[in-house]
């Protein structure tokens, strides 16, 4: 059972410890900065590249007017900007309304067959340079796009990621959102605000706090600073659905059914020999899910992905092929495998707790865990209340419990995702 207890701890603690620190270590040892060559104007002097921005949608007539009015508001030449959105086999008036804005953009029409689908189509009658894909849910701050392709002047890079901002992280964070509106304006609000000022700010329209909100927006910032570190390194290893871009040259169609676009797209680029880097001054903004029941959902069809991309690319496996592989294994299948750690460790620290005090205390760490966990998910029960007022009553414990319970949603999702991909059930689309 001590072989148990360590090999589980060591890989617990590889995968969400060692290789953190490993990173920050290689990243100062070792890092690859983009080319900026000499020679090549700056982004003032030289007309941008030519973009075309896919967007898939289905029945999302009630959001797309205003995430278009973003991107057309955004800093970027109109001439050198093309907007395709696809309809896939939307049954709102989702077509009606695109069609009302005439050239500006392509609407494109096709049979409900999933997002992967939609893609294909969409790039089909791409003719920019650089493709960029987003959603229909978030909004660009309006320098999003010059930042998204200013890296392509290395011929290196094959992909850029932006930076997601979410409702649930810090004032100082997420209030940078002050400074845009829904449609990319920029104002001088960020100058006067600060802390719990800003926050109220960016939820005037009294719209409910996340549950589980403390737990994912702690998540997701570790993860952006794995992202900004693997970035510096090599390559990002995915990229972030709603604001991420790509050379036309590289992209392959997706497979029907495919989960993970915004992870497939990027790791083909990667095996083909490129980078793939992560850009902080491209950002996007989107709400945190609702509750834990929301966020479960999402993480397994996230994880359901992670699953299927193994088969659609095993070349991925390879380490003389896959030249971020040891990346790969640490970040992604690490984190697949965690769930099981998990059980080992506590099966075997039970067996162990009496034999030395270490494994009594290690097992009390534990189960304070599984309890802090099981608190979070009561207060995730209780009705949400409006912005603001939640978050000025909520107290410290409170919030370690729902980091403990985002923390086994996490895990859990990566089980369920796993049934989920090989049953095929609940995540295709």
């Not at 001590?2 to 953190?20: C, D, K, N, T």
């Not at 009015?69 to 093309?82: G, K």
């Not at 094959?158 to 901002?165: I, K, P, R």
Request: some cysteine.
């Amino acid at each position: 059972m001590r072989l148990v207890f360590w090999i589980s701890a060591l890989g617990v603690g590889y995968v969400y410890v060692g290789y953190p620190v490993l990173l920050v270590v290689w990243a100062r040892v070792r890092p690859r900065p983009i080319r900026m060559s000499r020679d090549t104007p700056s982004s003032e002097q030289s007309a941008p590249p030519r973009i075309s921005i896919v967007i898939a949608a289905r029945n999302e007539a009630t959001r797309l007017r205003a995430r278009i009015e973003n991107l057309l508001a955004l800093d970027y030449p109109s001439d050198r900007r093309q907007i395709i959105v696809v309809s896939d086999g939307s049954t709102d008036d989702t077509l009606d309304m695109l069609s009302g804005y005439g050239d500006v953009l392509e609407p494109l029409a096709a049979p409900p067959a999933g997002k992967a689908s939609a893609l294909n189509l969409g790039t089909a009658h791409a003719t920019g340079e650089v493709l960029v894909f987003a959603d229909a849910r978030q909004m660009f701050t309006p320098n999003a796009l010059r930042a998204l392709v200013a890296p392509f002047v290395d011929p290196e890079v094959g992909g850029v990621t932006g930076e997601l901002l979410l409702n649930c992280e810090p004032s100082d964070v997420a209030g940078r959102r002050a400074g845009t509106d829904r449609r990319g304006a920029s104002t001088d609000r960020r100058r006067h605000h600060r802390g719990p000022e800003r926050r109220a700010a960016l939820d005037r329209r009294g719209q409910l706090v996340s549950t589980i909100g403390d737990g994912v927006g702690l998540y997701w910032r570790y993860e952006k600073q794995l992202r900004r570190l693997e970035s510096i390194v090599g390559s990002t290893l995915g990229a972030t659905g709603a604001i991420y871009a790509l050379r036309r040259s590289l992209y392959r169609a997706l497979p029907d059914n495919t989960i993970l676009d915004d992870v497939l797209v990027p790791m083909r680029a990667v095996l083909a020999g490129h980078r793939v880097v992560f850009n902080e001054q491209a950002i996007a903004f989107d709400r945190a899910a609702a509750d834990a029941r929301a966020e479960r959902r999402r993480k397994v069809r996230t994880l359901a992905g992670n699953f299927q991309i193994l088969w659609q690319e095993p070349r991925l496996l390879i380490p003389v092929v896959n030249p971020v592989w040891l990346q790969y294994v640490s970040h992604k299948l690490g984190r697949l495998l965690v769930p099981y750690a998990l059980v080992g460790l506590f099966v075997a620290n039970v067996a162990l707790a009496t034999e030395h005090p270490f494994y009594a205390l290690t097992l009390a760490v534990q189960s304070g865990l599984y309890v802090l966990a099981g608190y979070g998910a009561w207060l995730d029960s209780l009705q949400p209340r409006p912005a603001g007022h939640v978050t000025q009553t909520w107290l410290p414990v409170d919030r370690v419990a729902r980091v403990a319970l985002t923390f086994l949603v996490m895990n859990y999702a990566a089980v369920a995702g796993l049934l989920s991909a090989l049953t095929r059930r609940n995540v295709w689309r």
